[in-house]
């Protein structure tokens, strides 16, 4: 099982990190609408969630939902998703794989899938084309 977990989570960085890279850096603060947030701020969320999202449901360490001021910059928030994607394997790695662990990963995980897919949105909305999703 535990193998599956990492497989899912590199392909879910991957994609991510290409997701992150495809906006151009003066882009990162497009939104389609005032309503939502802007492309930095969705892949900002996704870093701050997949800790989150950790410490509750795969450590069950239990932490507010206290989200800093999103990032907008590039570099900041692809720093920040590579580092919450490298914490996760490495705890995933450490822990003994049990159906809690499970459970919160791939709630973790469809949490990520959800933004990201907005983030997709935000691509297309600006002509470029999302990268090609690997399984």
């Known amino acids: 099982m535990k193998k599956i977990l990492l497989e899912t989570l590199a392909n879910s960085r991957a994609y991510t990190l290409a997701v992150a890279a495809a906006m151009p850096a003066d882009k990162y ?42 990032e907008v910059d590039r570099e900041k ?11 996760l ?16 990963f791939y709630a973790t995980n469809d949490h990520i899938t959800h933004h990201r897919g907005q983030a997709v949105t935000y691509l297309r909305c600006q002509g470029i084309a999302a990268p090609e999703y690997v399984f």
Do not use: C, M
């Open 29 to 70: 603060d497009f939104k389609p609408n005032d309503a939502v947030w802007n492309f930095g701020e969705q892949l900002d969320h996704i870093a701050y969630g997949i800790r989150w999202w950790q410490d509750n449901f795969i450590s069950g360490r239990k932490t507010e939902w206290a989200p800093p001021k999103a």
């Open 77 to 87: 928030v692809i720093g920040h998703l590579t580092k919450a994607y490298a914490d």
């Open 89 to 104: 394997e490495k705890l995933i790695r450490d822990e003994n794989v049990n159906n809690d662990v499970v459970k919160g």
